[in-house]
């Protein structure tokens, strides 16, 4: 049977302790042993089935962290409290004092900022680099590299990194690539692709109801053993764990996710269209005129669509706030950051999410002062919504 990142989903057979059609709630933070040789054995990863104390391992956060391995189809996954604290815990597992990373240039402005930043308190250094310039990526790799770094649509620029081409590059060197998936759930398996770790902000599409943050980390059995080893796991010993009750609510709406990408991705391909045909400066990676297309025709799951995140240049941050301003007011949406919502959400990245990326850095990678990322909605009429941004176009002076 073909993969199916849906279908993974669905058949995960996940009960709870009566039977229940949704597993249990594990609301303890320790376990009690009737052997204390069990217990030993348990602090020693050998006794399947056993949990030990919920910063290590608790089963709602199994059961959560069991349905993201499925759906990226890798061996196993871990979840954690943000989406940062699983980027933050993938790279300090990677990546010790004296390392490099070589990075894209374009990520979400949190993970910019904690490399250019607070990596190098550790003496972790990175380049960043075009992550569509495969050469520039071979030229920046050094004898330290330890990760190549990116995300699969890049935030904001929805750059498409080409994940087999980077995977070939990062095992010709021996190094591991790092790949945060959160603007594709569904769209592309990147561990299916070459990738050696999955990072996710689950806080986005996955969990797709704002009502918290959460983050996921995908790979082989071995790198989460690594990651949770009692004595050197980055997430046992920096702790960045997930509480049981979010893993219950966020793996319940992970029973949607197909359904929503798919709507959020129609909704999306209208409005990218409808900004080109009303000669707005556009970025859709669905468009064929986008840079990425072929690049993510190649990777990915054709029923989930090219996604729901679009972004439109209106030349000046001024211009892009009366905008938002107005596209608020008529109800297009909420002028928020954050992205994945059942609403479209907008926010003008340079002064928001990546407000952490220097004004010469957000130049270099072409991030125009009034570009408006928008994270299109499930709305049910687009065509509608579409009416109502015209109109908030026309009357700021836009078209
Ligand atoms: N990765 C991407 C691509 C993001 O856009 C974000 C947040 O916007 C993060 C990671 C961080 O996730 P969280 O806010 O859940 O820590």
């Known amino acids: 049977m073909k993969f199916d990142p849906a279908s993974n989903i669905q058949y995960l057979r996940q009960f709870g302790e009566y039977g229940d059609v949704n597993p249990s709630i594990t609301d303890s933070a320790t376990y009690t042993f009737m052997q204390a040789k069990t217990m030993a054995d348990t602090f020693h990863g050998e006794t399947e089935g056993c949990f030990l104390y919920s910063r290590h391992w608790n089963p709602s956060n199994k059961y959560l962290a069991d349905a993201m391995a499925a759906m990226e189809g890798t061996e196993a996954g871990w979840v954690t409290g943000s989406g940062m604290g699983a980027i933050t815990t993938a790279i300090l597992q990677l990546c010790s004092s004296g390392d490099h990373i070589v990075s894209s240039m374009t990520t979400y402005g949190g993970t910019f900022a904690f490399m250019q930043n607070w990596l190098p308190r550790f003496a972790i250094g990175v380049t960043f680099v075009d992550i569509t310039d495969l050469e520039a990526v071979k030229a920046a790799i050094r004898p330290n590299t330890k990760i190549i770094y990116t995300e699969t ?117 209208f409005l990218a269209k409808k900004f080109a045909e009303a000669g707005i400066s556009i970025q859709y990676p669905g468009l064929p005129a986008h840079k990425g297309y072929e690049t993510l025709k190649k990777m990915m799951d054709p029923q989930f669509g090219f996604g729901g995140m679009i972004a439109i240049d209106l030349g000046t941050a001024a211009q892009a706030s009366k905008l938002m301003e107005k596209m608020e007011i008529e109800d297009v949406g909420y002028l928020a950051v954050s992205l994945g919502y059942f609403k479209t959400l907008f926010s003008n990245s340079g002064k928001s999410t990546s407000s952490e990326v220097p004004a010469e850095v957000q130049r270099e990678m072409g991030l125009s002062e009034g570009m408006i990322r928008f994270s299109v909605g499930l709305d049910n009429d687009i065509e509608h919504t579409w009416e109502k941004i015209y109109l908030s176009l026309q009357e700021t002076g836009c078209l």
């Open 153 to 269: 649509m890049t935030n904001p620029m929805l750059q498409i990194s080409d994940i087999p081409a980077l995977a070939d590059i990062a095992n010709t060197n021996g190094i591991k690539l790092v790949v945060d998936n959160t603007f594709t759930p569904m769209i592309v398996a990147p561990a299916r692709c070459g990738a050696h770790v999955v990072v996710y902000s689950l806080t986005k599409f996955v969990n797709g109801k704002n009502d918290c943050v959460a983050g996921a980390i995908c790979s082989t059995h071995e790198f989460i053993g690594q990651l949770i080893d009692v004595n050197s796991g980055t997430a046992m010993l920096i702790g960045p764990v997930l509480d049981p009750m979010r893993s219950s609510s966020i793996l319940k709406n992970m029973h949607t996710l197909h359904i929503r990408m798919k709507q959020h991705s129609y909704n999306a391909m």
